[in-house]
């Protein structure tokens, strides 16, 4: 019964999605910096400069046909700069979120599913993991474990995941009343089998919806991490850390730490406006609104 | 208001509790985590006898219980050690540096409720029209915009090009000569025009002007998303069909009636919004020059100085707990409807 | 000759939904009289609650509405909003069907109910003497009480006396009253049916009944319309539907309820299921569960017909005496 529903609504979903011009026009963006990352050592004009190379002889040029975005303190091209940080923000939203997600999604449903004491402590860890205002964690996990990218993707997946535990396990308190969990049950499956086969599909909607949104989150705490040296290091073209070192040339130089930020922006807004959209679009209540259009 | 009580009571109980993990947390990270607990005390350039001395001071040698038990009696205490740069109390450096971070938290935290209101309500009254849209462009933008790059957007724009606002900084060097702030608060704003140093005032209100602004994009992002989905599903309801239906007119549904429902979403979206704007405040600050916590902070972080680093994060977390105790029981208070959790 | 205070003619609604049309109203057309209370009946569904919906125009946004529907001597269907608001609680008010969900839970009666005077009659001196006055007028012996009470501590027969408190601040000329004793007991239903009957009589206001349920009609109604699937099939006095029924539909109906019907017989029904307004029927749309169509009625949609004065039909093949 749940297969067959879901294709139709499937189905609906994506016309939805279609429909909405916000949402298409976050997706187009999505997909440009996606294909960027990907494509950069081959459309960036100077590919070694994006990764570090430096060209003395052209530094502080201003924005002009060769150097579009113009050049760096160390006569790098930012525009080719730019593009290999695209591979690092995308990677860092990635990792993040998908992490947080799977440490997150199963001890919540878990915890949801079975109730009792697991349910208890797992509400108490994620109270206090949530009592912290999580860039503060994050920042003392990284000065704890040493500034580096890898250390601050894997301090924000701490921070994150008890995020997704919340959401799986009120998705799995809802979901287990259903009529065809409790057939399951009656059957006699097992409970593992059950959080997995039935729970996880139906609750992954509004952890599709949160987890678009969290990769713009990500990338914004990654770079504002990298901004303050705990995150990416030198010569690594991360955003963060290029507005950062740009920061002193800004009333001169202004495009060096602009553009870079600029990309961040644009990243950040797409996968939010996206999630958003996907939210309205998912959510029962406004999906009928819009669809009695 | 019985239920009121018990269930602020609870919520004590439970940040009490918070707070005891949340100290053992920190515990754990400085002093189990770390494969050199004491390196990170002393800095790797210290010699070995600066380290025995600093081994036999934080009891470093001793069983790990007794490290617990002793962490929890300094913090009881207020001691977060000391500072590796200035030698100077932790504690008393945070409380030095806190009121120029609490002026322009507490100033964007206040745009962001009225900003956020009024933008909120507005677009649920015009859904799905063009305004609608267009607010909810911006409020996404808000929450998507890096802090410490829109920060160097104002700089640039609003000094660099326009000349209208200061680059950064609390106060301009000639007024702080000469027209220097009594402190009263430690907000300059307040303490200026309560002692009637107009020039100051005017001086500080241009300091901070851009920095509260710049730290409010996010909030109001949030409270304006979350008052127009709250107010949506407020304007659907029967009571206000009835009340349309009956000839009340269109103000009082809306600004009476329908508004008075929006404020527990509101003082939510401030609460979330409140552990962003402490961080937030971090990026803000550097950008602006802002001698505040997070100036304070990231000097400790480029210099290594852990003690301060896990200092602040103490004190911000203890904080934020309190913040949400008392907006949770704000909310409780105004809303009857969210004791029953 | 009486005008009737309202006249709804040839009213056609059409809601715009994901799948496609939904053609929700055809043609619907009745008129009620001055003091009296016409009920309008149907299946759930049928589509009364969207005429009420058109009549007092507080229908969705996207909805298409065409026809026409003549109150006080205008077509309000050419209103702007803005002059519609001066229209609503003054001549024509509404109650819905769920009275716990019609007051605002966070604001008391009282000052509900003087907002709505303030609204609809600002020339009122005393609005909170005039509150009290209404409260004892349907019925509240605690009238000071209740005032000062909010929603939630009122039981469901009392939110909807208060609801009807509210309805009549302006003095409107027609009060719709969307099934407003379902969600009731019995016996609070039997309240808030003399609460309407003294409406009628003591203010000189119309009511507009929506109900599925047959006996209310019979208690309280002095004419009665009959819906199917959006369209008014048959309407006329109490009396001549009752005792007089020419529409097949009427007849099931009447023929479905349980009342006077032997231990062992079983009860009739109407076969069949409502199709889908998205595709009704392009003749009647009755036509595919009537027990006496012919070839015509699956083709042409049937005209309304006089049968007395007082009493039409829309059919081809309307049951004889």
Redesign the interface.
């Known amino acids: 019964m749940s297969r067959l529903t879901l294709s139709k609504e499937t189905k609906i979903t994506l016309e939805l999605i279609r429909r909405d011009k916000l949402a298409m026009l976050s997706l187009l963006i999505i997909t440009f910096f996606v294909v960027v990352s990907i494509t950069a050592p081959f459309i960036a004009p100077y590919p070694s400069q994006g990764e570090g190379l430096p060209v003395p002889e052209k530094r502080f040029l201003p924005p002009s046909f060769e150097n579009p975005f113009g050049t760096d303190y160390l006569g790098r091209d930012v525009l080719s700069r730019v593009i290999f940080g695209a591979r690092i923000s995308l990677f860092v939203g990635i990792f993040v979120v998908c992490v947080a997600i799977m440490i997150g999604v199963p001890l919540g449903l878990i915890a949801g599913y079975f109730g009792g004491k697991v349910d208890e402590i797992l509400m108490r860890i994620t109270d206090v993991f949530l009592s912290f205002p999580s860039l503060l964690f994050a920042i003392a996990l990284v000065a704890t474990l040493g500034p580096g990218l890898f250390n601050a993707m894997i301090s924000l997946s701490i921070t994150w995941w008890p995020w997704y535990a919340r959401l799986a396990r009120a998705q799995a308190v809802t979901i287990k009343e259903q009529p065809y969990v409790l057939a399951s049950q009656v059957i006699g499956v097992k409970g593992l089998t059950i959080v997995f086969r039935h729970l996880l599909p139906n609750a992954l909607t509004p952890i599709i919806v949160q987890g678009t949104m969290d990769m713009s989150s990500a990338i914004l705490a990654e770079a504002g991490l990298s901004f303050i040296g705990l995150g990416a290091q030198a010569p690594s073209p991360e955003w963060g850390l290029m507005v950062s070192t740009g920061r002193i040339y800004l009333l001169n130089y202004w495009w060096f730490p602009v553009f870079p930020g600029l990309a961040i922006f644009l990243v950040a807004i797409a996968f939010n406006l996206f999630g958003d959209s996907l939210r309205d679009i998912l959510d029962p209540k406004t999906r009928k609104a819009g669809g009695q259009m | 208001m019985a239920s009121f009580k018990t269930y602020f009571l609870k919520r004590i109980i439970l940040a009490l509790v918070v707070l005891y993990f949340v100290i053992t947390i920190t515990f754990v990270l400085s002093h189990v985590v770390p494969s050199d607990p004491a390196e990170l005390y002393v800095g790797p350039k210290a010699t070995a006898e600066q380290r025995e001395k600093a081994i036999k001071e934080l009891g470093l040698d001793q069983p790990l219980y007794i490290q617990y038990i002793r962490y929890f009696k300094n913090l009881v205490n207020g001691d977060l050690g000391k500072s590796l740069r200035a030698h100077t109390p932790v504690l008393h450096d945070i409380l030095t540096y806190l009121p120029a971070t609490l002026e322009i938290v507490i100033l964007a935290n206040i745009l962001a409720l009225i900003i956020g209101v009024a933008f909120g309500s507005y677009s649920a009254l015009k859904k799905d029209m063009f305004a609608d849209h267009l607010i909810r462009v911006i409020s996404v933008g808000g929450v998507s915009i890096p802090s410490f790059w829109f920060a160097l957007i104002t700089q640039l724009v609003f000094f660099g090009i326009l000349g209208i606002f200061p680059l950064d900084g609390r106060l301009s060097s000639d007024v702080q000569l000469f027209n220097p702030v009594h402190t009263v608060t430690g907000f300059f704003t307040i303490d200026s025009l309560i002692t009637g140093n107009i020039v100051a005032f005017v001086d500080s209100v241009r300091h901070i002007i851009l920095p509260a602004f710049v730290l409010a994009t996010y909030p109001i992002g949030l409270v304006t998303r979350m008052v127009r989905s709250m107010m949506v599903e407020v304007l659907n309801e029967n009571y206000i069909r009835f009340a349309k239906a009956n000839g009340f007119r269109d103000n009082l549904i809306y600004y009476k009636y329908a508004l008075k429902n929006a404020i527990t979403p509101a003082l939510m979206a401030l609460g979330l919004s409140f552990a962003y704007s402490i961080t937030g405040a971090f990026l803000v600050e550097v950008i602006f020059s802002w001698p505040g916590l997070g100036t304070y902070t990231v000097n400790a972080i480029l210099e290594n100085d852990y003690p301060a680093i896990l200092g602040v994060t103490i004190f911000g977390t203890i904080f934020y707990v309190f913040i949400n105790l008392f907006l949770d029981t704000l909310q409780a208070y105004l809303d009857p409807r969210v004791r029953l959790q | 000759m009486v005008e009737p205070i309202l006249s709804v003619e040839e009213l056609d609604v059409t809601?715009?939904?994901?799948e496609g049309l939904a053609h929700v109203l055809s043609k619907v057309t009745f008129q009620i009289y001055p003091k009296e209370v016409f009920a309008l009946v149907g299946e759930t569904g049928c589509g009364k609650t969207v005429t009420a919906l058109s009549i007092?125009r507080?229908l969705?946004k996207?909805s298409y509405v065409r026809g026409r529907i003549i109150f006080n001597g205008r077509n309000i269907l050419e209103l702007k909003e803005s002059d519609m608001?001066g229209v609503?609680?003054?001549n024509m008010?509404?109650?819905?069907q769920?009275p716990s969900?019609?007051?605002?839970?966070?604001?008391k009666i009282g000052e509900?109910l003087c907002?709505?005077i303030k609204?609809?009659d600002p020339d009122v001196k005393e609005p909170k003497t005039y509150a009290l006055e209404l409260l004892s007028k349907v019925g509240f012996k605690d009238a000071d009480r209740v005032f000062n009470s909010y929603p939630n501590e009122l039981s469901g027969g009392m939110q909807q006396r208060v609801?009807i408190s509210?309805?009549l601040?302006?003095r409107p000329k027609l009060l719709?009253a969307d099934e407003p004793t379902t969600a009731l007991d019995v016996l609070t239903q039997a309240q808030v049916v003399q609460l309407l009957r003294q409406v009628r009589d003591a203010y000189g206001t119309s009511v507009l009944l929506i109900t599925h349920n047959l006996g209310l009609v019979a208690a309280l109604c002095d004419r009665v319309g009959i819906m199917y699937f959006g369209q008014v099939v048959e309407t006329g006095s109490t009396y001549d539907l009752f005792y007089n029924t020419k529409h097949p539909y009427t007849k099931g109906l009447l023929q479905s309820l349980p009342y006077n019907k032997l231990k062992d017989q079983t009860l009739p029904t109407i076969p069949g299921d409502l199709p889908s307004p998205l595709s009704p029927p392009p003749g009647c749309r009755f036509y595919p569960r009537c027990p006496r169509s012919k070839e015509v009625c699956s083709k042409n949609v049937p005209e309304i017909s006089s049968i007395s004065k007082d009493h039409y039909v829309a059919c081809f093949n309307p049951l004889s005496d």
């Open positions: 809601f715009p939904t994901f007092i507080l969705p996207n608001v609503r609680g003054k008010s509404m109650i819905l769920d969900s019609s007051l605002n839970p966070m604001f509900q907002d709505a609204s609809n609801a509210i309805s601040t302006g719709i």
